[in-house]
């Protein structure tokens, strides 16, 4: 090992909006002993995802909020460097739901072991093979129920997710439409990850009437990514039928207070749609199909994607704030050790 | 015939709010001819609906609106009183989406004829054998999927179609818990109904904590009549998994201004849960399965329902707004003429 302490991010106070530098502190422990059934993994990559700003907050959610005081959360890969558990060796690459910081804790049931990675760098096990790629894989088969033909519109579409999203209903057969903020993000998801069209919505006018031009037959499957005014423009274009998948709204994590939702929600009666929310938490049971099924599609080609890594622990707060005025250009992941710390 | 003219409202001016009579009008055109292929229909019973108040607004709906200038829209029961086609003969009884009016003229082959009424009064084929019954019985099974054990919980719950959908609830076995506004309402309920439990909303207090008590295992089903605040309080109260089915939201139809939707619509994430819109229309196919099944509990004596039969077409105006001050205390239908008319 080659430092005494353990770098931490905690949380000293809940943000309203952004988390600032007084929210999300850095401070130094002692390295963590593992007790019985436990292991100590040196963290080598972290995965940074808008729903981290969720847990920091104490409104209803899906899990109970990060605690005052406690280390901030986040998927780790590393290696672990202790263990007090037969399941895991000295040097075995672990993933698992560890925090913002040099060497986590965890209890060896709580961590995935990766024995085979397929040739694939480790960083994928945090992007496409992680929750991001299996996010979009489950969400969009599983409550979009994609049929060959339809049209697909993607917000967020070259995020993580969305350009994913996109990627695999391409794969289905269907008609892809994304929605993303710039011309090098919209020439990108046109190029190289083969969408149908693209709708720049820094440049685009009204909204709705572009959806309405791009989406002449309406939206059979909306992959709501931003919340905000985009999903109003989008209801107003839905074609009858229409699912609308939703696990996440990153146009209002950092919102202070809250704001009124969607105006034009009564068109889900008009077009007989469904909204449903889902967490990728629930597939946990089929994530080997998930994880095997887009490792193919990856080898063969057939999906393109973009990891973000930024170097540095320390940096990581600032990284986050990336994932809220898309200065990211792929997966958030924050590389904290290298194989041989 | 007993008159020589059609009594008509008609649509003036589209509304903002309730509707005034400057923009729905009475007035009186000849009795009008069959031409060939249609009948003309002695109209004896019409259904007032909230819906129709969506059709007189020219915003995006499932139907085109009511051209300014034409009869309201309504489904009405009559008697074919002249008949251009082999289908129909004098003295049918036909069920058709007509208008207010005193005779209708009308494509045979879009209109039902009702062969035998199963010993049943002719209202019930307006109400809990009509749109009103079928809305309840596909709605609630086919997208609310109830399994027992689970809690339902229902908004505008002594209306004509909540109060049907917690019979069904309770036929299939769930918990059904109502939302009224009334003690007289909230009594038919518990103990005509069977409903489990009901919630008063004018007098419960802080709506979020009356369901959180009434359902402590959370929402598995809530069967949204209404919008508005009532669904922001639902959404705090939700199971994991549960679905929202919705045709309808009786607090909105009459906004001049479209009102903020849910705030906390966000939930539908955080339990996985599902909002789903439909029209009783889509299930036209199914109408005879829903009929039948409607009407053998109806016989066996397991669904209470109420009928508030108002007399004249010439107050069908003044009874169309007891829909949205909650006036009404069962299936809202108008008496239009007599079998000997």
């Given at each position: 090992?080659?430092?005494?302490?353990?770098?931490?991010?905690?949380?000293?106070?809940?943000?309203?909006?952004?988390?600032?530098?007084?929210?999300?502190?850095?401070?130094?422990?002692?390295?963590p002993?593992p007790g019985?059934g436990e292991i100590v993994i040196?963290n080598?990559?972290?995965?940074?995802?808008?729903?981290?700003?969720?847990?920091?907050?104490?409104?209803?959610?899906?899990?109970?909020?990060?605690?005052?005081?406690?280390?901030?959360w986040?998927t780790t890969?590393g290696?672990v460097?202790a263990s007090n558990s037969?399941?895991f060796?000295?040097?075995?690459?672990a993933l698992g739901m560890n925090g913002?910081e040099?060497y986590s804790l965890c209890a060896a049931e709580a961590a995935s072991?990766?024995?085979?990675?397929?040739?694939?760098?480790?960083?994928?096990?945090?992007?496409?093979?992680?929750?991001?790629?299996?996010?979009?894989?489950?969400?969009?088969?599983?409550?979009?129920?994609?049929?060959?033909?339809?049209?697909?519109?993607?917000?967020?579409?070259?995020?993580?997710?969305?350009?994913?999203?996109?990627?695999?209903?391409?794969?289905?057969?269907?008609?892809?439409?994304?929605?993303?903020?710039?011309?090098?993000?919209?020439?990108?998801?046109?190029?190289?990850?083969?969408?149908?069209?693209?709708?720049?919505?820094?440049?685009?006018?009204?909204?709705?009437?572009?959806?309405?031009?791009?989406?002449?037959?309406?939206?059979?499957?909306?992959?709501?990514?931003?919340?905000?005014?985009?999903?109003?423009?989008?209801?107003?274009?839905?074609?009858?039928?229409?699912?609308?998948?939703?696990?996440?709204?990153?146009?209002?994590?950092?919102?202070?207070?809250?704001?009124?939702?969607?105006?034009?929600?009564?068109?889900?009666?008009?077009?007989?749609?469904?909204?449903?929310?889902?967490?990728?938490?629930?597939?946990?049971?089929?994530?080997?199909?998930?994880?095997?099924?887009?490792?193919?599609?990856?080898?063969?080609?057939?999906?393109?994607?973009?990891?973000?890594?930024?170097?540095?622990?320390?940096?990581?707060?600032?990284?986050?704030?990336?994932?809220?005025?898309?200065?990211?250009?792929?997966?958030?992941?924050?590389?904290?050790?290298?194989?041989?710390?």
């Amino acid at each position: 090992m080659t430092q005494a302490v353990n770098r931490q991010f905690y949380l000293a106070q809940r943000p309203s909006g952004l988390p600032t530098t007084d929210d999300v502190i850095l401070r130094e422990l002692p390295i963590p002993e593992p007790g019985v059934g436990e292991i100590v993994i040196r963290n080598l990559y972290m995965s940074l995802d808008p729903a981290i700003r969720g847990w920091m907050s104490d409104a209803p959610n899906y899990i109970e909020p990060i605690p005052v005081g406690s280390c901030v959360w986040a998927t780790t890969i590393g290696r672990v460097v202790a263990s007090n558990s037969p399941e895991f060796a000295i040097g075995d690459i672990a993933l698992g739901m560890n925090g913002w910081e040099d060497y986590s804790l965890c209890a060896a049931e709580a961590a995935s072991k990766i024995e085979d990675t397929m040739g694939l760098p480790l960083t994928n096990f945090l992007s496409i093979l992680g929750s991001t790629g299996l996010t979009a894989y489950f969400g969009l088969l599983d409550i979009g129920k994609p049929q060959a033909g339809e049209t697909l519109l993607v917000s967020g579409a070259a995020g993580a997710v969305g350009s994913l999203v996109g990627q695999i209903a391409k794969i289905i057969g269907c008609r892809v439409v994304g929605i993303a903020g710039g011309s090098q993000k919209c020439s990108w998801l046109l190029d190289e990850c083969g969408f149908d069209e693209v709708i720049d919505y820094k440049t685009c006018g009204d909204l709705t009437a572009a959806i309405a031009e791009k989406c002449p037959d309406g939206v059979d499957i909306y992959w709501e990514n931003v919340g905000g005014d985009m999903l109003d423009s989008v209801l107003l274009n839905l074609a009858h039928g229409a699912r609308i998948p939703f696990c996440g709204w990153i146009a209002t994590y950092n919102d202070a207070e809250q704001r009124p939702g969607p105006k034009n929600l009564w068109q889900l009666l008009a077009k007989s749609a469904r909204m449903e929310g889902f967490l990728v938490l629930n597939y946990i049971p089929r994530f080997p199909e998930g994880i095997a099924a887009m490792a193919q599609w990856l080898l063969e080609g057939k999906l393109h994607h973009r990891e973000h890594v930024v170097s540095g622990l320390e940096n990581a707060l600032d990284a986050f704030h990336m994932l809220f005025d898309g200065r990211n250009t792929g997966k958030l992941i924050i590389n904290i050790g290298d194989m041989d710390d």
